[in-house]
Each structure stands twice: as structure tokens, then as C-alpha cells.
């Protein structure tokens, strides 16, 4: 059973930085793609990065293109996302997703099979 625990989330102004981490387990990731969503209070899930774990190719959403950074440690089977110049509106609750197959829609969270519990990320003005 493929599991995902995220970890990294806090309180920080705007400007800061934080590296969220989610460690994945009970899986053969290599051909998997992972995924950042997030949620604000009131608003819909919305994409923020994509990694496929063979060949580490990524994509981003506009919001994130520039200030974040997707990554993974395929010794530590773990996927990294480094936020940087954070903003008020970025405060959400960070979600880790991952989803066995590397085409298709990989902007769509219901197109993702696991999901992690996720962290908040806080950033104050």
C-alpha cells in the first residue's frame, strides 16, 4: 500500500523560504509521477508541481514557475519541494499526490491515486 507523508510545513513571513518533503513508501516509484497540490480556506485544489520520478523531468504551475523548486531523492524515495519569495496568497495546506502513470492530465488531483495528509504552510505579511 503506496504511502505518502508530508512534513516541512510552518509559519513564515513573506519573503521566506520552507522546503516541504514527502517521503513515499510501499511502492516501485520509478515510474510514477508525484505531485504538489495545495488548498486555501474557501478555495478549490490547485496544482503547484509535478515530477516524474524516472527521469525528473517537471512541470509547474505559473503561480509557482520561478519561486519553487520540485524535486526527488530516489535513495531516500522522497520529493522535495523547495518554495522560495513566498507570498501571503500562498498559504495553504500542501498536499504530496502521486499517480502511477506519466501521461495524461497530471494537473488534475482526481487523476492522482495517493495522497498524503498535508501540511500547512503559513506565511504571514
Known amino acids: 500500500q503506496v504511502q505518502l507523508v508530508e512534513s516541512g510545513g510552518g509559519l513564515v513571513q513573506a519573503g521566506g523560504s520552507l522546503r516541504l518533503s514527502c517521503a513515499a513508501s510501499?511502492?516501485?516509484?520509478?515510474?510514477?509521477?508525484m505531485g504538489w497540490f495545495r488548498q486555501a480556506p474557501g478555495k478549490e485544489r490547485e496544482f503547484v508541481a509535478a515530477?516524474?520520478?524516472?527521469?525528473?523531468?517537471?512541470d509547474y504551475a505559473d503561480s509557482a514557475k520561478g519561486r519553487f523548486t520540485i524535486s526527488r531523492d530516489n535513495a531516500k524515495n522522497t520529493v522535495y519541494l523547495q518554495m522560495n519569495s513566498l507570498k501571503v496568497e500562498d498559504t495553504a495546506v500542501y498536499y504530496c499526490?502521486?499517480?502511477?502513470?506519466?501521461?495524461?492530465?497530471?494537473?488534475?488531483?482526481?487523476?492522482?491515486?495517493?495522497w498524503g495528509q498535508g501540511t500547512q504552510v503559513t506565511v504571514s505579511s
Open positions: 499526490a502521486a499517480r502511477r502513470s506519466i501521461f495524461g492530465d497530471f494537473t488534475v488531483g482526481a487523476s492522482y491515486g495517493y
Open positions: 510501499g511502492g516501485t516509484f520509478s515510474r510514477y509521477l
Open positions: 515530477v516524474r520520478w524516472g527521469d525528473g523531468s517537471t
